[in-house]
Nanobody
Framework: QVQLVESGGGLVQAGGSLRLSCAAS????????MAWYRQHPGKQRELVAI???????NYTDSVKGRFTISRDNAKNTVYLQMNSLKPEDTAVYYC???????????????WGQGTQVNVSS
């Protein structure tokens, strides 16, 4: 009933920029928070950035001042603008949206398929 499609990953040199997008489609009534996670090889998935329905944002310390999360509610899309990329930002990035679908009374978590970001030194 709900699909999340991520795009925007790829290979970039250190200091470069990438913009990730995650678009949700389906029988969506409302979306609470939208977030980006990443997973380094052999490590647990970690929260990178989150934006709530009111537009308030939070970031993990390692990306503050370099990454910006934003959302377009009309398009059910969340973005992650990543600037001044570092090799340690190399990871698979996942979007996570808390969505209430039409006909339901509760929110549930949905995940994107993941997109690889590689930053070369």
């Amino acid at each position: 009933q709900v699909q999340l499609v991520e795009s925007g990953g790829g290979l970039v040199q250190a200091g470069g920029s990438l913009r990730l997008s995650c678009a949700a489609s389906g029988s969506i009534r409302s979306i609470n928070y939208m977030a980006w996670y990443r997973q380094h090889p052999g490590k647990q998935r970690e929260l990178v950035a989150i934006i709530n329905s009111g537009g308030s944002t939070n970031y993990t310390d390692s990306v503050k001042g370099r990454f910006t999360i934003s959302r377009d509610n009309a398009k059910n899309t969340v973005y992650l603008q990543m600037n001044s990329l570092k090799p340690e930002d190399t990871a698979v990035y996942y979007c996570n949206l808390r969505i209430r679908i039409v006909g339901d009374f509760y929110y549930d978590d949905y995940w994107g398929q993941g997109t690889q970001v590689n930053v070369s030194s």
